[in-house]
C-alpha cells in the first residue's frame, strides 16, 4: 500500500514535470541563444551551454539599433492606455455592476470577441485624414482598444461582489453616490484595480498587430521594433534573441512577482487583448 | 417601506449610475462601435486609400464568394482553429486536474506554466522560428538524436499549419488550465463526502460528479480558445507570414494583406464582416451545445 503510493507520488511528480517543461525548456533555450556569440549559435550539433556565456549580443542590440527610443515608445504607450483605462474603466465597471447593465457589458464584450484588425481598417483612415500618423497618440488611442475592456470587465466582477451595505450606509447617512464610490467602494476595491492594472499593462505591452501597421520608423513600440530588425539586417540569432529576451522579460518578470493577482484575473474573465 | 418605494428607490438608483459609464461609454463609442459602422458603410463601397468612396451595393460580398484565394483561406482557418481548440483543451483540462491537487512548490509551477501565455508572442515567435531551421534548428537536432527523422517544419506546405498549432497549444494551453482550475477550486465538497460514504471509487466521482460540475468551465474555455484561434495573428504572421505560398494564409493574413498591403479598403472591410459573422456562429453554435448537455 505504503509502495503503490510512493510510486503515484512519483508518478505525478513526473507528470508536473512533464507539463512545466515546455515552458521551462523553451524559455531556457532563449537565454542560452542571447548568451552565445554567433559562432556557437550556428554550430551543428547546438551548443547548449553557453561557454563562455558573453553579453555581446545585448550590447548590439543598444549599439546598432535605438532600441531605447523603441523602450520609450513602449512605455508611453502602455502605461498611457492603462491610466486612461483605469481613469475610464474603474468607474465604468462601478456603473454597470451597480445599474446592473448587461448591454452595456455586451457591447464591452464584442471588443473580446472581434480582431483586432477590424479596428484598424477604420481607424487607420482616420488617423490619416486627422495627419495624426507619425505621432504615438494613435497607438495609445488604439490600445485603448485593449485595456478599456479589460479593466471595465474585471472590475465589474469585483463590484459586484463587494458588499452592499458598507455603500448603502452612507448612502443613507447623507453622502451622495460619488462620495460613495471614492470613499467607500474604492478603496475596497484596490486589490481589483491592480489586477486590471497589470492584465491591461501586460496585453497593451504584448500587443503587436496595432504597432504594424500604426508605426512609423520613429514611433515603433518594442514587439514591432524586434521583429523588424529580422526585415532589415541579415539574420543573426544571438542579436534577435537578446532582443526578444529583452522586450519579454518585464511581462515575465511581473508575471513571476504578481502571480496571484494574474491568475486570480485571468480565472475570473478569460480576458486577453487584440 | 411599501414595495413600489423601494422599486421606485432602485430605478432613481439604476439612473443615477450612468454618470459613471459616460466617460468610458464616449471612449468606448469612438474607438469600437464607430469603427463597426464606418466597416459597415466601406464594405458596400470601392475604395482604396487616397481615393474616393464609390457605392457598389453588395459586389464586394458577391466578389468574395468567387475569390479561391479567401475560399482556402477559410478553409485553412477552421482546420487550423479545430486542431488549435482540440488540443489546448484536452491539454489544458488534465493540467487543471493536476494543478488542482496540492504538491510542494505548486504556485511556482503554476506560475511557471503560464508563462507562454503572459511572453510577449513576438518575442516568443522570433525564437520558435529559431528552432524550426530545418539545418540548425534545434529542434530537428533533437528529432534526429531520438532517432525520428528531421522535419521541415514551417519551410513545408503540409507540415507548416501543424507547427504552427504547436505553437498556438504551446502558448495558450495555460488559459485553458486557468479557466477549468477555477472551475475545480469552487467545486461544493457535499457530492464527494456523499458518494465516498456510498462506497464510490475515484474514477466514479470523477466521471459522475466533476466533469458535470466543471462542464461549464469547459465549454466557456472551449469558446473562448476557439474565437483566439480564429483571429490568430502574431504567431502566424511573424513564424511563417502565411506561407511558403498561401499554404497558412488564414483569414487574419488574408485580411490583412488586403488591407495594408493591398490597401483595398473596401474588400476588407467586406472580409471583416464575414469573418466577424463566422466568429458570431461559432461561438453560437458552441454555446447552444453546451444547452443541449446540460438539459440530457
Do not use: C
Amino acid at each position: 500500500m505504503k509502495k503503490g503510493k510512493l510510486l503515484g507520488n512519483i508518478g505525478f511528480g513526473l507528470a508536473i514535470i512533464a507539463l512545466i517543461s515546455p515552458a521551462i525548456l523553451f524559455f531556457l533555450w532563449m537565454l542560452s541563444l542571447s548568451l552565445k556569440n554567433e559562432v556557437d549559435n550556428m554550430a551543428f550539433p547546438p551548443v547548449f551551454i553557453p561557454n563562455p556565456p558573453v553579453l555581446d549580443n545585448f550590447i548590439a542590440v543598444f549599439e546598432k539599433n535605438d532600441f531605447l527610443t523603441y523602450t520609450l515608445n513602449s512605455i508611453f504607450v502602455s502605461f498611457g492606455a492603462t491610466g486612461l483605462a483605469l481613469l475610464l474603466g474603474v468607474p465604468a465597471g462601478f456603473g454597470i455592476a451597480k445599474a446592473q447593465a448587461g448591454k452595456a457589458a455586451a457591447v464591452i464584450m464584442i471588443a473580446r470577441v472581434t480582431p483586432g484588425l477590424s479596428y484598424l481598417i477604420p481607424l487607420f483612415l482616420i488617423f490619416q485624414w486627422l495627419e495624426m500618423t507619425g505621432t504615438l497618440w494613435p497607438l495609445l488611442i488604439t490600445h485603448l482598444v485593449i485595456t478599456v475592456p479589460i479593466v471595465v470587465w474585471v472590475m465589474i466582477g469585483f463590484f459586484e461582489g463587494l458588499p452592499q451595505e458598507l455603500e448603502e450606509a452612507a448612502l443613507v447617512d447623507g453622502a451622495t453616490i460619488w462620495q460613495a464610490f471614492l470613499h467607500v467602494a474604492l478603496p475596497l476595491a484596490r486589490p481589483g484595480i491592480v489586477v486590471a492594472m497589470i492584465l491591461a499593462f501586460i496585453f497593451s505591452w504584448n500587443n503587436f498587430i496595432f504597432g504594424v501597421v500604426l508605426a512609423g520608423r520613429e514611433t515603433r513600440t518594442l514587439p514591432v521594433a524586434v521583429y523588424n530588425v529580422i526585415s532589415f539586417e541579415q539574420i543573426s540569432w544571438g542579436p534577435l534573441a537578446a532582443a526578444a529576451l529583452l522586450v519579454t522579460a518585464p511581462v515575465l518578470l511581473l508575471t513571476l512577482l504578481m502571480q496571484k493577482e494574474i491568475v486570480h484575473g485571468l480565472t475570473a474573465g478569460g480576458v486577453k487583448g487584440g | 417601506m411599501t414595495a413600489a418605494a423601494s422599486g421606485l428607490r432602485g430605478r432613481n438608483y439604476a439612473r443615477n449610475y450612468w454618470p459613471f459609464l459616460l466617460p468610458a461609454g464616449v471612449v468606448v463609442l469612438a474607438v469600437i462601435v464607430f469603427p463597426w459602422l464606418f466597416t459597415l458603410y466601406m464594405s458596400v463601397h470601392e475604395f482604396k486609400v487616397g481615393g474616393d468612396f464609390t457605392f457598389i451595393g453588395l459586389d464586394n460580398y458577391i466578389r468574395l464568394t468567387t475569390d479561391d484565394r479567401f475560399l482556402w483561406s477559410v478553409v485553412r482557418t477552421l482546420y487550423f482553429t479545430a486542431l488549435s481548440v482540440i488540443l489546448p483543451v484536452g491539454l489544458g483540462v488534465a493540467a487543471a486536474i493536476a494543478f488542482h491537487k496540492k504538491f510542494p512548490l505548486r504556485g511556482l509551477a503554476r506560475t511557471i506554466f503560464i508563462l507562454p501565455m503572459m511572453a510577449t508572442p513576438v518575442a516568443v515567435a522570433l525564437v520558435w522560428t529559431m528552432t524550426f531551421h530545418p539545418q540548425l534548428g534545434v529542434l530537428n537536432y533533437l528529432l534526429t538524436s531520438v532517432g525520428i527523422p528531421p522535419s521541415q517544419w514551417t519551410y513545408d506546405s503540409v507540415s507548416v499549419i501543424p507547427t504552427l498549432v504547436m505553437v498556438e497549444t504551446w502558448q495558450w494551453t495555460p488559459l485553458v488550465m486557468l479557466i477549468v482550475l477555477g472551475g475545480l477550486a469552487s467545486l461544493p465538497v457535499d457530492p464527494y463526502e456523499a458518494a465516498t460514504l456510498d462506497g464510490a471509487s475515484g474514477w466514479d466521482m470523477f466521471r459522475h460528479i466533476t466533469v458535470p460540475l466543471v462542464w461549464p468551465h469547459i465549454i466557456v474555455a472551449t469558446v473562448i480558445r476557439t474565437i483566439d484561434a480564429l483571429k490568430a495573428f502574431d504567431l502566424i504572421f511573424v513564424i511563417s507570414g502565411g506561407g511558403p505560398g498561401t499554404s497558412s494564409e488564414t483569414m487574419n493574413l488574408f485580411l490583412y494583406l488586403q488591407a495594408f498591403s493591398f490597401y483595398n479598403m473596401g474588400y476588407a472591410a467586406a472580409v471583416t464582416v464575414v469573418f466577424f459573422i463566422i466568429i458570431l456562429l461559432v461561438s453560437l453554435l458552441l454555446f447552444s451545445a453546451r444547452q443541449q448537455k446540460q438539459w440530457q
